[in-house]
């Protein structure tokens, strides 16, 4: 059955790229936290120092520099503690991220302008773009104090090697798609922009791997890609660049296919602490030489290094795909025929699940009239005869758990706007409660497990005051929730949390994790050592204090401040 006027696209497929010509200039209206970030204060009546106050330190040689903490990575927590400021931590729920804020020296503006030329801002409007998520209730009480705009590895290199002379954080940025802090800065700092390094270097069809530049968007990447047949697997959401995925070590709906973004790097390229640039592997499909360096920076959310170059593994373009659906009384009966759909041994590339909540808001916010009934939604490749008789299993396998409305798409756009569905859930949502903001959950259990915790979190769901709604990676094991709160209300917040800790720790009692493909940043943090233990952490910090004795690296991110050596 053709499916014809779905859902048009609610946002465009790429972030805009927002870039300001200034250096030092600015008009008096601009302000800057540079001499006097208040952030830490909610009274907006400051009177911060005009540019002309900034600039008078540097015409007369002055300098502005203090540095940060002695080795801020070997343990954060005691010096965070005496400033009065805390970095997630093992029972943090604060709303608002806090950190031990600087100034930045002018010296450093000074070589930053000369790296960049204009390629770089000191508008405050700018900077408070880039210390805000996009997509994420996550703030922090500073935002960076310069914004850079690098188009070269060389320029990435002299800008991180200038940071660690200074000892001034570095926080890497990319598409703003991410949802749990990553790209805040607490500490101030330097914001590097990737985004105007978006070239594809190399295309090697025969050997199926391209190589690009980390602030290309996936979506980018497969519109380059289509004429040649092949395509690049993974689908976060729309907006997200290459080096951001390899940073959060991403997946999507077809990683229950294709793998997650450490199964589709071939070898990368970062720039680490002290301004060098290294080489994580050649470009064959496999090497046992020496440690694998490509697996140790991806989902390492840019705290060991800068990545600036990315070789991707490609796939074929499938001959013919089919795109099914179909609904359910309850939320278990579709858990139960996805993990049925995996076990018959099924070659599907996709398998999403949307809860009745879920759907409502697709209705609601498209004008569409869908069944609101818990959906699943598949999608099989091969032939053409191959996929017709593997969607037949479905249809048998989801009749036998109660499945209704069972229906199926071959044509190119109605399957285009069947995933648009899928892919804009979260607008959907935000639609509906246009004055709330989303607390997105994570865990990811063995799919054995898959049917047990949705059923658990959903009863959770249907009791609370707030609304929520269910989307899950249904084949393999990994589901979020979208939960809706207003953030001025303490109440809704702490409810809010209080869900996602519920899943959390039942995610964690299945042998599960806390975070399937979002990464920790700032808001998984208090998991992690429930999760991996301390020997586990204090590894990673080893790691962390080699590559990066100065702790400039995205501080604040991934690795407790708790955890000491």
């Not at 911060?48 to 080795?71: C, E, V």
């Not at 907006?239 to 973004?261: D, E, F, N, P």
């Amino acid at each position: 059955m053709a499916f014809s006027g779905l859902l048009s696209r609610l946002r465009p497929s790429s972030k805009p790229i927002r870039f300001i010509h200034n250096s030092i200039k600015h008009t008096p209206k601009s302000h800057s936290p540079i001499l006097h970030n208040t952030i830490l204060n909610n009274n907006h009546t400051n009177n911060y120092q005009s540019w002309r106050t900034f600039l008078l330190p540097i015409i007369l040689g002055g300098s502005l520099a203090i540095h940060f903490q002695q080795n801020p990575s070997l343990c954060d927590a005691p010096n965070l503690q005496e400033r009065g400021g805390r970095i997630g931590g093992k029972d943090s729920t604060e709303l608002v991220v806090k950190g031990s804020y600087k100034p930045v020296p002018s010296e450093l503006i000074h070589e930053l302008k000369a790296i960049c030329q204009d390629n770089m801002t000191l508008d405050h409007d700018e900077r408070y773009f880039h210390g805000k998520p996009q997509y994420s209730f996550h703030k922090a009480v500073n935002i960076p104090d310069v914004v850079v705009f690098p188009r070269s590895e060389d320029e990435v290199s002299k800008i991180v090697q200038a940071c660690n002379k200074y000892k001034v954080p570095i926080v890497p940025y990319g598409g703003a798609t991410s949802i749990e802090g990553h790209t805040l800065s607490p500490n101030g700092g330097v914001c590097i922009d990737m985004t105007l390094m978006k070239n594809v270097k190399a295309l090697h069809v025969k050997d199926m791997d391209v190589v690009v530049e980390p602030g290309i968007g996936w979506m980018e990447l497969n519109e380059y890609l289509a004429p040649y047949g092949l395509f690049f697997p993974l689908d976060p959401g729309p907006g997200a660049t290459i080096g951001g995925m390899c940073g959060t070590r991403c997946s999507g709906s077809l990683a229950v296919r294709y793998g997650t973004m450490r199964d589709n790097v071939i070898n990368l390229k970062a720039v680490l602490a002290d301004g060098e640039v290294v080489k994580t592997a050649s470009r064959a499909r496999k090497s046992a030489a020496g440690y694998d360096l490509t697996r140790l920076m991806i989902g390492s959310e840019g705290t060991l290094g800068v990545i600036t170059e990315v070789t991707l593994r490609l796939q074929k373009i499938p001959e013919h795909s089919i795109v099914a659906m179909c609904n359910f009384p309850t939320i278990k009966d579709a858990a139960d025929v996805a993990i049925a759909a995996m076990l018959s041994g099924i070659q599907v590339s996709r398998v999403e699940l949307l809860d009745e909540v879920q759907v409502k808001a697709i209705n609601l916010a498209n004008g569409k009239d869908l069944p609101e009934f818990p959906t699943l939604m598949f999608e099989l490749i091969g032939t053409e005869a191959y996929t017709r008789e593997q969607t037949h299993i479905v249809q048998k396998i989801a009749s036998e758990h109660n499945g209704s409305d069972f229906v199926f798409a071959e044509d190119k756009e109605a399957k285009k706007e069947l995933w648009k569905i899928r892919k804009e859930a979260l607008y959907a949502c935000l639609a509906m409660a246009p004055n709330c903001e989303a607390m997105t959950t994570d865990v990811c259990v063995p799919l054995s497990h898959l049917a047990e915790l949705i059923s658990k979190s959903k009863q959770e769901l249907d009791a609370s005051p707030l609304l929520g709604t269910v989307i899950a990676h249904a084949g393999d094991g990994n589901f979020h929730t979208v939960i809706l709160f207003n953030p001025e209300d303490e109440e809704q917040r702490k409810e809010a949390e209080r869900l996602n800790n519920f899943m959390v720790h039942a995610a964690l009692s299945m042998e599960g994790t806390c975070t399937g493909e979002h990464g920790v940043g700032t808001g998984k943090l208090k998991y992690l050592e429930k999760e991996l233990g301390t020997a586990n952490l204090r590894t990673m910090r080893k790691i962390k204090a080699a590559l990066d004795p100065n702790g400039i690296m995205n501080p604040g991110k991934l690795i407790p401040p708790h955890v000491c050596l």
